[in-house]
């Protein structure tokens, strides 16, 4: 399975954008990119995927290397509720096959947000 | 919709005691998990089931049993507590199947303690 690499812990001051950077140099062309969230004491919660092209929702924008070997998950304005615990996961699913589908979490990016 | 329920929210176990998790969800999700997650670390695979009737096993089954007999209940036992099994848990569940966009909806958790 292919691995992402994310830093430990970021810092963000409130009302500031926020870019959580996702090394995964080993992306097969098949694999897509996805993010989740934990916030404290919580379930994950989906935050966007994306496989080539640069994506944007109400949450967030995913912005993705044109070799696709890194992505980087940004939050234009960062509040105190985006303070979590942020995953960048490589999907382990094969099309038209049976598969778990499940995903590999890594450790994270803990993002504290300061007011 | 509730999504993904948990019960009960937190345990506490003695050594060798049985339990059952139960997890439910009222999206008519074809995919179910279980994950735990130790201090500081992301989820683990536990159990998963693409379907009513059927399970597998993922990154760390020792210990653990699982049964899906209803679409929206996916059960979780540990029958002899170990207190390495003291952890959160977390059940998930998607709609697709072997698609890498899926999305996978997380329950609150439940915090369980073996003494």
């Known amino acids: 399975d292919a691995k992402t690499t994310q830093p430990n812990s970021m810092e963000s001051n409130e009302e500031e954008p926020v870019h959580l950077p996702c090394n995964h140099s080993?992306?097969?062309?098949?694999?897509?990119i996805h993010w989740y969230r934990q916030l404290p004491s919580q379930g994950p919660e989906y935050v966007i995927h994306g496989l080539t092209s640069n994506v944007n929702n109400r949450m967030a924008s995913l912005a993705i290397a044109e070799d696709r070997k890194s992505s980087t998950l940004i939050l234009h304005r960062a509040t105190l509720r985006d303070a979590a615990v942020y995953y960048c996961?490589?999907?382990?699913?094969?099309?038209?096959?049976?598969?778990?589908?499940?995903?590999?979490f890594g450790q994270g990016t803990t993002l504290q947000v300061k007011p | 919709n509730a999504g993904v329920t948990q019960t009960p929210k937190f345990r506490v176990l003695k050594t060798g005691q049985s339990m059952t998790l139960l997890c439910a969800q009222d999206m008519n999700h074809e995919y179910m998990y279980w994950y735990r997650q130790d201090p500081g670390m992301g989820l683990r695979l536990i159990h998963y089931s693409v379907g009513e009737g059927t399970t597998a096993k993922g990154e760390v089954p020792d210990g653990y049993n699982v049964s899906r007999l209803k679409k929206q209940n996916f059960l979780l036992g540990l029958e002899s507590a170990a207190p390495s099994q003291t952890s959160v848990y977390f059940c998930?569940?998607?709609?697709?199947?072997?698609?890498?966009?899926?999305?996978?909806?997380f329950g609150p958790g439940t915090r369980l303690t073996v003494l």
């Open positions: 996961i490589l999907r382990d699913v094969i099309e038209g096959s049976s598969n778990t589908g499940k995903l590999i």
């Open positions: 080993t992306i097969s062309g098949t694999d897509y």
């Open positions: 998930a569940s998607s709609y697709r199947t072997g698609k890498r966009t899926d999305t996978q909806y």
